[in-house]
């Protein structure tokens, strides 16, 4: 059988950057108490008016196209991971599709908020492996500006724009590629973390603006100790299946949501630090972008063989991880 392998990495940050020193003008928050409680010193915001995800996604994709040598006619399927969709519909992956040029290409957005990649990644990897499709372009994307409340210092805090992208490309080398996977799910967490405004069920009206309904919402100490405990559970049981040790590790690539939680993590599973990506402190929490941010910003770290282990937590609750064999040197 095929392996699907990552095959290349890019990535677009707006250039609007949002300091914690100009978080202080916004809301009651100071430097220090950001910096200490999340890691967090800075984040990107997309500013400019008229502009959504998919313009985010779309520079990513088209420096993965230059960087892979990949004519946009020859690319198969986009999975667009996403919360912060540019509409309802239509999906902003098509519409990344159109507008990057990929005419034989078709795409749609998966929802699963900071777990998307991982989950899209995941089912990206069926594609290829069932030799249906020999170039999708998996893109975590988020605008979370665009759900953001600027005066609730519980959340404006954290968050930012970003979008990463990667090529999934199939391979006869059986030592490379993705390996084993867990995936969960657990619908009661809706309650802790969300955004409920603009659905089917609250569809937009006066009284839910008036309400505030269109911007996230979460109970961040729960959030943090379920995510803890997902993401650490979840990289144990990748362990588990591959029959690999800690040390067998060269990378841990987690979601980048308040690196408390990702050094936790890291200790629970006795990962030094110097294993584990980081990439909050200048981009906060880009939901679905964080973990393709994480590899393109390591990318020329990266060796063909080094094993990779990627895990996320977020809204859902989602969460998982994956065993992954890096297929190229830089
Ligand atoms: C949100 C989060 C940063 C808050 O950090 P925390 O250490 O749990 O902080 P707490 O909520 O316990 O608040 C501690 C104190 O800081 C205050 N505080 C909260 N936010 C603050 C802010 N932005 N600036 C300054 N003070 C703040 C609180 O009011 C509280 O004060 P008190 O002790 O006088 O009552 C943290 O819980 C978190 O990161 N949770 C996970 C959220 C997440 O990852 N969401 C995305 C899904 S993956």
Redesign the pocket.
């Known amino acids: 059988m095929k392996q699907a392998v990552i095959t290349g990495v890019a990535g677009f940050l707006p250039d609007y950057v949002l300091t914690n020193q100009e978080?202080e003008t916004m809301?009651?928050?100071?430097d220090q108490?950001?910096r200490e409680?999340?890691g967090i010193v800075e984040r990107r915001l997309l500013k400019e008016k008229g502009k959504g995800t998919s313009d985010l996604a779309v520079p990513a994709v088209l420096e993965l196209l230059k960087k892979t040598g990949t004519a946009p006619e020859d690319v198969d399927l986009v999975v667009c991971c996403t919360v912060t969709a540019d509409f309802r519909f239509p999906d902003t992956g098509t519409l990344i599709c159109h507008k990057a040029g990929l005419t034989n290409a078709y795409g749609y957005d998966l929802s699963a908020?900071?777990s998307g990649f991982v989950y899209g990644l995941h089912a990206a990897a069926q594609y290829i492996k069932a030799g249906t499709h020999k170039k999708v372009i998996v893109v975590g994307a988020d605008k979370m500006s665009s759900i953001m409340d600027y005066t609730n210092?519980?959340?404006?805090?954290?968050?930012g724009d970003g979008a990463g992208v990667v090529m999934l490309e199939p391979s006869d080398d059986e030592t490379l590629g993705l390996r084993e996977t867990v995936l969960y799910g657990d619908g009661s967490g809706g309650a802790e973390?969300y955004q409920l405004g603009g659905g089917s069920v609250h569809g937009t009206t006066q009284e839910t603006l008036d309400k505030n309904m269109h911007v996230?919402e979460?109970n961040?100490?729960v959030?943090?100790k379920r995510?803890v405990k997902g993401m650490s559970s979840a990289i144990k049981k990748v362990l588990e299946k591959s029959n690999l040790a800690g040390e067998d590790i060269k990378w841990v690539v987690p979601?980048q949501?308040?690196i408390?939680?990702i050094e936790s993590v890291a200790g629970q599973l006795d990962f030094p630090m110097e294993k584990v990506m980081v990439t909050i402190e200048k981009y906060g929490?880009t939901?679905a972008a964080t973990i393709p941010l994480c590899l393109r910003d390591y990318e020329s770290q990266l060796k063909k063989g080094d094993q990779l282990i990627l895990t996320?937590?977020?809204?859902g609750y989602t969460w998982g991880a994956i065993r992954l064999v890096w297929g190229y040197n830089s």
């Open positions: 978080l809301v009651d928050t100071n108490w950001i409680r999340t908020a900071c210092r519980n959340t404006c805090i954290l968050f973390l996230i979460q961040g100490r959030v943090f995510a979601h949501a308040n408390r939680i929490n939901t996320a937590f977020g809204g």
